[in-house]
T-cell receptor
Framework: KQEVTQIPAALSVPEGENLVLNCSFT??????LQWFRQDPGKGLTSLLL?????REQTSGRLNASLDKSSGRSTLYIAASQPGDSATYLC??????????FGSGTRLLVRP | DGGITQSPKYLFRKEGQNVTLSCEQN?????MYWYRQDPGQGLRLIYY???????QKGDIAEGYSVSREKKESFPLTVTSAQKNPTAFYLC???????????FGPGTRLTVL
């Protein structure tokens, strides 16, 4: 059974810092991996989708990498801003096309 | 304006009552999903449907039921058999297969 772990569980950084969020998964037989952002009390916003054949994907200040064989993905946020404060969730898609979620990393960017 | 809508945003239920949460999408997606989120935790899959008139149980289907009579609609009923229904419920959809999944704004259910 796929298990997803996100480290750290919470992170507080001053504005302007570059930061890395980590995601590990136990079963490498995945189709893709998605990173999401969730603001308090809201739904999930898709940030990046990395297909299993890709190594990384970029959108603006965000860069996600995927190492399927070692069961790891990272989300890199450059020049963090207070508006980046949210919970970030990673979710690999298993062989049944189902997303399996980690518990998330709560990010606070201090002005 | 394409997207996924969920209603109501907040729902209160007395113990012993069944309630139905609505999920509608106008993205022409084949697949739809229901998740449950508890405080400080990730999402857990309740039910999913890859095509109209067909659906499968997820990891925590007990106490829930669904129907998929139309492509754009996937309502979730929380029955009185669900022992701890207070949670945040999220609906999602995607084109069938290994494609990006999109989420609605959620419904917060509280049992009084």
């Amino acid at each position: 059974k796929q298990e997803v772990t996100q480290i750290p569980a919470a992170l507080s950084v001053p504005e302007g810092e570059n930061l890395v969020l980590n995601c590990s998964f136990t079963d490498s037989a995945i189709y893709n991996l998605q990173w999401f952002r969730q603001d308090p009390g809201k739904g999930l916003t898709s940030l990046l989708l990395i297909q299993s054949s890709q190594r990384e994907q970029t959108s603006g200040r965000l860069n996600a990498s995927l190492d399927k064989s070692s069961g790891r993905s990272t989300l890199y946020i450059a020049a963090s801003q207070p508006g980046d404060s949210a919970t970030y969730l990673c979710a690999p898609m298993d062989s049944s096309y189902k997303l399996i979620f980690g518990s998330g990393t709560r990010l606070l960017v201090r002005p | 304006d394409g997207g996924i809508t969920q209603s109501p945003k907040y729902l209160f239920r007395k113990e012993g009552q069944n309630v139905t949460l609505s999920c509608e999408q106008n993205l022409n997606h084949d697949a739809m999903y229901w998740y449950r989120q508890d405080p400080g935790q990730g999402l857990r899959l309740i039910y999913y449907s890859q095509i109209v008139n067909d659906f499968q149980k997820g990891d925590i289907a007990e106490g829930y039921s669904v129907s998929r009579e139309k492509k754009e609609s996937f309502p979730l009923t929380v029955t009185s058999a669900q022992k701890n229904p207070t949670a945040f419920y999220l609906c999602a959809s995607n084109p069938q297969g290994a494609n990006e999944q999109f989420f609605g704004p959620g419904t917060r259910l509280t049992v009084l």
